[in-house]
């Protein structure tokens, strides 16, 4: 059922989210400074091509450099990406078939809002992370 999912996604609507995301990651890559914003951007336009039988999971190890570049990326594409996604769910959402696609593209609202200290990863997985360092 996700491959189904994901090959209607692809059709209606993931590809050109996808797009949208690998042109903010270009630009973000322009310059030194926002290359992780880059990065982030292009993960994040992966997951948007197959988003099914994918979650989003918080990085624990994430700290305050995360909260402040996740403050930069809301103004500088965050806000129109996640219109971008409210925007494509409303018009899935008027078929039946339709409507898990819009739900989706909801679930994807608070990544493209907020990427940094996320991860995404498949969703029988869990991720590994340190929980404490040792020097």
Do not use: E, Q
């Amino acid at each position: 059922m996700r491959i189904l999912l994901n090959i209607i996604w692809l059709v209606f609507g993931g590809l050109w989210l996808a797009l949208g995301y690998f042109v903010a990651g270009v630009i973000c890559c322009i310059l030194i400074i926002t290359i992780p914003f880059g990065i982030a951007a292009f993960r994040i336009g992966v997951y948007a091509l197959w988003p099914f039988g994918k979650t989003v999971v918080s990085k624990p190890t994430s700290g305050l450099g995360s909260l402040v570049g996740n403050v930069i990326w809301l103004i500088l594409c965050g806000i129109w990406l996640a219109i971008g996604h409210i925007v494509s769910a409303i018009a899935m959402a008027i078929t039946i078939i339709g409507i898990p696609l819009a739900i989706a593209n909801l679930k994807m609202v608070p990544i493209s809002l907020m990427p940094l200290g996320k991860d995404i990863v498949d969703v029988g997985s869990t991720p590994s992370y340190p929980t404490s360092y040792s020097s």
